[in-house]
């Protein structure tokens, strides 16, 4: 398991300096997906708005209401489906 606590203690400084070293070390595929993980990080939908709290309350209950229905799909009739 990571622990977190040893990331926020480390300066940009010493995770360059790491990351310099192992760069060299990775494939140049591995390099380009590494690239394309950090571009993916720094890439914000701007044009998606975000829901208000009164609103992912009530999506939350409809979906509980739902479930409470028998309106609902299990994880072993999914797989099923899927694997017709």
Do not use: C, W
Not at 42 to 57: A, C, G, M, P, S
């Amino acid at each position: 398991m990571l622990n977190a606590s040893k990331f926020i203690k480390m300066t940009s400084s010493a995770i360059k300096k790491q990351l310099d070293g192992y760069l060299p070390l990775l494939s140049n595929k591995q390099q380009a997906l590494l690239l394309e993980m950090v571009k993916s990080f720094l890439n914000v939908d701007h044009d998606t708005k975000r829901i208000t709290r009164k609103q992912y309350n009530k999506e939350i209950a409809e979906a509980v209401t739902r479930i409470e229905e028998g309106n609902f799909v299990t994880h072993e009739d999914a797989l099923n489906e899927l694997s017709k």
